[in-house]
T-cell receptor
Framework: AQSVTQLGSHVSVSEGALVLLRCNYSSSVPPYLFWYVQYPNQGLQLLLKYTTGATLVKGINGFEAEFKKSETSFHLTKPSAHMSDAAEYFCAVALYNQGGKLIFGQGTELSVKP | KAGVTQTPRYLIKTRGQQVTLSCSPISGHRSVSWYQQTPGQGLQFLFEYFSETQRNKGNFPGRFSGRQFSNSRSEMNVSTLELGDSALYLC???????????FGQGTRLTVV
């Protein structure tokens, strides 16, 4: 069965520091991978996606992620955190043979200290 | 383009009642999915509709049902509400042939 594991339910960084949110997946076939962000009382906003092609993908708000098949990972990074990045982040997997179904990780809450 | 619209935003229901939630997808999107979000279980897939047909279903009891209309708008229904059904219900739409989902702001359902 497919699954997504996000290491660390809570990550705290200082403003201007590197953001690294970890995501590992389990899948028997090549997956499509996504990162979403959720602000309080809001829906999910797509940050970036990997489907095929270049394994380093860039998203909105300065975030990027690298697909590493050998490590079954899709970690999210941002070189310099901003206060407005404080939110909950979700990694998700979709499989080509399962239509629109997304499997989500448990989420990582990012706090940014001034 | 307008985003995914969910109505209502907030809802309070009594245990045993039923509820219907509505979702209007982004114009041109034919796939609509529903998710339940709770603090304990996280984000869980309920079902997905494409061109009025249920294409995929999650592991939820039969009290949870949905449908999609010819204009791609979708509704989900929960019958015989239980306290544990209290959650944020998120609707998402996807372009044909694409896998990324665009989410609405959700409907916060509270069962008392």
């Amino acid at each position: 069965a497919q699954s997504v594991t996000q290491l660390g339910s809570h990550v705290s960084v200082s403003e201007g520091a590197l953001v690294l949110l970890r995501c590992n997946y389990s899948s028997s076939v090549p997956p499509y991978l996504f990162w979403y962000v959720q602000y309080p009382n809001q829906g999910l906003q797509l940050l970036l996606k990997y489907t095929t092609g270049a394994t380093l993908v860039k998203g909105i708000n300065g975030f990027e992620a690298e697909f590493k098949k050998s490590e079954t990972s899709f970690h999210l990074t941002k070189p310099s955190a901003h206060m407005s990045d404080a939110a909950e982040y979700f990694c998700a997997v979709a499989l080509y043979n399962q239509g629109g179904k997304l499997i989500f990780g448990q989420g990582t809450e990012l706090s940014v200290k001034p | 383009k307008a985003g995914v619209t969910q109505t209502p935003r907030y809802l309070i229901k009594t245990r045993g009642q039923q509820v219907t939630l509505s979702c209007s997808p982004i114009s041109g999107h034919r796939s609509v999915s529903w998710y339940q979000q709770t603090p304990g279980q996280g984000l869980q897939f309920l079902f997905e509709y494409f061109s009025e047909t249920q294409r995929n279903k999650g592991n939820f009891p039969g009290r949870f049902s949905g449908r999609q209309f010819s204009n791609s708008r979708s509704e989900m229904n929960v019958s015989t509400l239980e306290l544990g059904d209290s959650a944020l219900y998120l609707c998402a739409s996807s372009p044909s042939g694409q896998y990324e989902a665009f989410f609405g702001q959700g409907t916060r359902l509270t069962v008392v």
